[in-house]
Nanobody
Framework: QVRLVESGGGSVEAGGSLSLSCAAS????????LGWFRRSPGKEREGVAI????????YYADSVKDRFSISRDDADNILRLQMDSLKPEDTALYYC??????????????????????WGQGTQVTVSS
């Protein structure tokens, strides 16, 4: 079992920054992929930033590339998402997720929420114009 708890959401004006954290506990050694997803009102959940654990590869949605950065603190088992130059369209509920079943994925597969078998409860990010 893996438990994921997100924190760091909040409200910010457009152009501002926020940093999200995801504390992972339990049997996290078997995680192949860790990442961040978001769901905006009226839209489906989408992948934002993903890390292939062990390999170190990262994948970003085109909409956030060059603005968001995913990182992992191995010692504390915390996954982070640094979000800069935020836009109103980044407003969403952000989720942390882990995949312990799929050792290899393509970029498209990694950014899809299919196959991620552990999820946090989410943290709200609101960006005002």
């Amino acid at each position: 079992q893996v438990r994921l708890v997100e924190s760091g959401g909040g409200s910010v004006e457009a152009g501002g920054s926020l940093s999200l954290s995801c504390a992972a506990s339990g049997d996290t050694r078997g995680s192949y992929y860790l990442g961040w997803f978001r769901r905006s009102p009226g839209k489906e959940r989408e992948g934002v930033a993903i890390m292939h654990i062990g390999v170190g590869s990262t994948y970003y949605a085109d909409s956030v590339k060059d603005r968001f950065s995913i990182s992992r603190d191995d010692a504390d088992n915390i996954l982070r998402l640094q979000m800069d130059s935020l836009k109103p369209e980044d407003t969403a509920l952000y989720y942390c997720a882990a995949d312990t079943l799929s050792p290899i994925k393509t970029r498209i597969q990694a950014l899809s929420d299919r196959g991620y078998n552990y999820w946090g409860q989410g943290t709200q990010v609101t960006v005002s114009s």
